[in-house]
Antibody, heavy 119, light 110 residues
Framework: EVQLVESGGGLVQPGGSLRLSCAAS????????MSWVRQAPGKGLEWVAN????????YYVDSVRGRFTISRDNTKNSLYMQMNSLRVEDTAVYHC????????????WGQGILVTVSS | QSALTQPASVSGSPGQSITISCTGT?????????VSWYQQHPGKAPKLMIY???NRPSGVSNRFSGSKSGNTASLTISGLQAEDEADYYC??????????FGGGTKLTVL
């Protein structure tokens, strides 16, 4: 059974940093692109970043480029998101998601972890 | 990276069919057969319902179907059931190798 479990969320002040982790199990992690998708309270889904199987390609939404860094450790079956210079508008539930087949869709999702940026 | 356009809400009675539209541009929906649809119940993680425009993952009811014409994709749910009441999101791969979601549609089963 595919499982994705996020951790590392919490309350942080504007300008602060946080590192999210996603522990993957039930599939060969190193064979898949992975992604972070977020959802602000009461709002819709927003794609944040993708990373290739070997970490050699990374893509970001414009609003986080230069502040967030997606990475992975295939030896630990783990996905990460380093979030720096956090803004109030980054407040959201952050979901880890596996990217399926053609690389265009998210076939498994974690339950998500809440990040709150507030003073 | 502008969001795809979906209606804010749709509704239907049990047994009826509804269609949710998702409009993008030539740089996303119209340029690739890489549209997917997700169902999200309150407090739950999204669930993949349709991928690559019209493919259903294993385990998803055949009451759910997808299509695309030009820059607009559509999700049709036939034989509406109470459990279908949820938020629905479309997404598309884009020419810049990023992904864009629609704003979401709240489906109410009357």
């Amino acid at each position: 059974e595919v499982q994705l479990v996020e951790s590392g969320g919490g309350l942080v002040q504007p300008g602060g940093s946080l590192r999210l982790s996603c522990a993957a199990s039930g599939f060969t992690f190193s064979n898949y692109w992975m992604s972070w998708v977020r959802q602000a309270p009461g709002k819709g889904l927003e794609w944040v970043a993708n990373i290739k199987q070997d970490g050699s390609q990374k893509y970001y939404v414009d609003s986080v480029r230069g502040r967030f860094t997606i990475s992975r450790d295939n030896t630990k079956n783990s996905l990460y998101m380093q979030m720096n210079s956090l803004r109030v508008e980054d407040t959201a539930v952050y979901h880890c998601a596996r990217i399926g087949g053609s690389g265009s869709y998210f076939d498994y999702w974690g339950q998500g972890i809440l990040v709150t940026v507030s003073s | 990276q502008s969001a795809l356009t979906q209606p804010a809400s749709v509704s239907g009675s049990p047994g009826q069919s509804i269609t949710i539209s998702c409009t993008g541009t030539n740089s996303d929906v119209g340029g690739y057969n890489y549209v997917s649809w997700y169902q999200q119940h309150p407090g739950k993680a999204p669930k993949l319902m349709i991928y690559e425009v019209s493919n259903r993952p294993s385990g998803v009811s055949n009451r759910f179907s997808g299509s695309k014409s030009g820059n607009t994709a559509s999700l049709t749910i036939s034989g509406l059931q109470a459990e279908d009441e949820a938020d629905y999101y479309c997404s598309s791969y884009t020419r810049t190798s990023t992904v864009v979601f629609g704003g979401g549609t709240k489906l109410t089963v009357l």
